[in-house]
Nanobody, 121 residues
């Protein structure tokens, strides 16, 4: 089972940028979907970006135009570039790997431990 580890979180001022990284334990070339989620205290988990094996991406309206997900299959890495950050982006960000369509549909992904992103003055 693929394992993922997130990194790159931290404290940033509103309007700033951060790039999160997700390192996978095995080749991600054939992994159906790699996704980024976030969860703020007292709130439900929210999908913030996903990228399919063909490079197709998906974003919710809340981050559209500010966040960009990418994958480097050669390095087994997935990235989340976050620009124009807002205080409401503060959350723990998680990377998830869904090896197959069924895994994605059933929400049976491999998750990392998360990385904290705090947007504040």
């Amino acid at each position: 089972q693929v394992q993922v580890v997130e990194s790159g979180g931290g404290l940033v001022q509103p309007g700033g940028s951060l790039r999160l990284s997700c390192a996978a334990s095995e080749n991600i070339f054939k992994i159906f979907v790699m996704a980024w989620y976030r969860q703020a205290p007292g709130k439900e988990r929210e999908l913030v970006a996903s990228i399919g094996s063909a490079g197709n991406t998906n974003y919710p309206e809340s981050v559209m135009g500010r966040f960009t997900v990418s994958r480097d299959n050669a390095k087994n890495m997935v990235y989340l570039q976050m620009n124009s950050l807002k205080p409401e982006d503060t959350a723990v960000y998680y990377c998830a790997a869904y090896p197959s369509y069924n895994d994605y549909r059933s929400d049976l992904g491999s998750w990392g431990q998360g990385t904290q992103v705090t947007v504040s003055l």
